[in-house]
């Protein structure tokens, strides 16, 4: 079977570290599915904008050359306990493919606006198809050992307030993007529980969205505190 790839992701999300696990977890979350040209995207598209949402089915572009299968592994979610792969959603599979329901913003020639997005800058796309309520929307449906979206436990401070106000002006949604996906704690597991002692991990982190590199520090009393944001062009203040 020979896959081709129909385009890629323009993302607000950067790296790994930091993009969200699922789709839809933070609404604010924006990003483009460019179409090539190849593809006709003019005409392909056509009749897509009658629709809500769309699947896009990509790959995991990112992942480690590692060959071997393993056959059960440890989800976030379950802090260390270990369930069989194809129970989980993780990237690392025998066949590395993606499957995400996105919201459609707007459709243009070249590709579709989307939000709710779960994918890197750069990944690429394999097909889209449109949601369909009727077929695809199971109320009763069970979401076994994940049955409700992860809870976010932490408040996040942020202190650089001129250099946040700049990025408003250019990107209105920037502060609920910063907001919600920190509250997420992008960390892996090994990192947590060592808030307001030492650490054998380093306990300052960044995550890049957009153009601006977000430096913040997980703190004991339950604050995320963004302490500084760098960014990427001369466009804003240093």
């Known amino acids: 079977m020979e896959l081709k790839v129909i385009g890629f992701v323009e ?41 809500s949402h769309l699947w896009v089915i990509f790959g995991f572009h990112k992942n480690h050359k590692d060959t071997r299968f393993h056959a059960k592994i440890h989800p976030p979610r379950l802090e260390g306990d270990k369930v069989g792969l194809f129970s989980t959603r993780s990237p690392h ?31 690429p796309i394999y097909d889209i198809k449109p949601y369909l309520p009727y077929a695809e929307s199971i109320p009763e449906a069970q979401g076994g050992w994940a049955p409700e979206p992860p809870k976010a436990p932490w408040k996040v401070e942020i202190l650089c307030q001129p250099k946040l106000a700049a990025w408003k002006s250019k990107r209105p949604e920037i502060e609920d993007l910063i907001r919600k996906t920190l509250e997420l704690d992008p960390r892996p597991q090994i990192y947590k529980g060592y808030e307001g002692q030492e650490s054998p991990y380093r306990s300052k982190h960044a995550v890049r969205l957009y153009e601006g590199d977000i430096h913040f520090e997980f703190k004991d009393s339950g604050v995320i505190e963004v302490f500084d944001i760098l960014f990427m062009n001369d466009e804003f203040p240093t």
């Open 11 to 51: 993302s607000c999300f950067i790296d790994k570290f930091g993009t969200p696990r699922q789709p839809g977890l933070i609404p604010e979350s924006k990003g483009f599915l460019k179409i090539h040209p190849e593809f006709q995207p003019q005409d392909s598209l056509q009749g897509l904008e009658k629709f």
């Open 93 to 123: 599979r025998p066949n590395p493919m993606g499957l995400s329901v996105l919201k459609i913003d707007k459709v243009e020639s070249s590709g579709v606006w989307v939000s709710g997005l779960d994918l890197i800058d750069g990944t």
